[in-house]
Antibody, heavy 126, light 107 residues
Framework: QVQLQESGPGLVKPSQTLSLTCSVSGGSISSGYYYWSWIRQPAGMGLEWIGRIFTSGETNYNPSLRSRVSISGDTSKNQLSLRLTSVTAADTALYYC??????????????????WGQGTLVTVSS | DIQMTQSPSSLSASVGDRVTITCQASQDIRNYLNWYQHKPGRAPKLLIYDASILEAGVPSRFSGSGSGTHFIFSISSLQPEDSATYYCQQYENLPLTFGGGTKVEIK
């Protein structure tokens, strides 16, 4: 069973860059039919999708963050990375990495986040 | 963006009760909807995908229905371990979006 573990600094100063890593075990990030996403949850609020990377390297980002975010994968380490630049207090949140399975057949598609990490809390404060 | 509106935002029910949560999409999303359970300090868990299909290993007391813009999630007989927040999520369009969540408490 695949397991995901987020890691990174718990405290980032305003205007700096937030960098997180997601280590994947029990499965390869190169496996087909999957994409890998970052999702965050500010305290007391709902879930916000940040973006995703496919095994091809193609990425999609939430337009609300597109100018500041990048997601990459390191197949040699079986890890994902998230970079979010120019952070503010509004970026304080619990950050999750997640595996999304997806397939399409006959014009009908299915996609769902079937595995998640436990999340890592990032606080933006001076 | 497709807005997902869940109701109620919270509810309290007794063990054995039937619980129902609704999720309304701001536009037609066919059946491109999933439901997740989230307990504090734990990884969210996929319960229902494609609006009505039970994820492997998930108890049959959980169910989902609906298509288009209106969706329903139900727990047929609430158990103590079902205390959690439940989220719907659409994948018709990017950005992928979630409902605001429904916190289910046990009386």
């Amino acid at each position: 069973q695949v397991q995901l573990q987020e890691s990174g600094p718990g405290l980032v100063k305003p205007s700096q860059t937030l960098s997180l890593t997601c280590s994947v075990s029990g499965g390869s990030i190169s496996s087909g039919y999957y994409y890998w996403s970052w999702i965050r949850q500010p305290a007391g609020m709902g879930l916000e999708w940040i973006g995703r990377i496919f095994t091809s390297g193609e990425t999609n980002y939430n337009p609300s963050l597109r100018s500041r975010v990048s997601i990459s994968g390191d197949t040699s380490k079986n890890q994902l990375s998230l970079r979010l630049t120019s952070v503010t207090a509004a970026d304080t949140a619990l950050y999750y990495c997640s595996r999304g399975r997806h397939y399409c057949t006959g014009g009908v598609c299915s996609a769902a986040f079937d595995s998640w990490g436990q999340g890592t809390l990032v606080t933006v404060s001076s | 963006d497709i807005q997902m509106t869940q109701s109620p935002s919270s509810l309290s029910a007794s063990v054995g009760d039937r619980v129902t949560i609704t999720c309304q999409a701001s536009q037609d999303i066919r059946n491109y909807l999933n439901w997740y359970q989230h307990k504090p300090g734990r990884a969210p868990k996929l319960l229902i995908y494609d609006a009505s299909i039970l994820e492997a290993g998930v108890p049959s007391r959980f169910s989902g229905s609906g298509s288009g813009t209106h969706f329903i999630f139900s727990i047929s007989s609430l158990q103590p371990e079902d205390s959690a927040t439940y989220y719907c999520q659409q994948y018709e369009n990017l950005p992928l979006t979630f409902g605001g969540g429904t916190k289910v408490e046990i009386k």
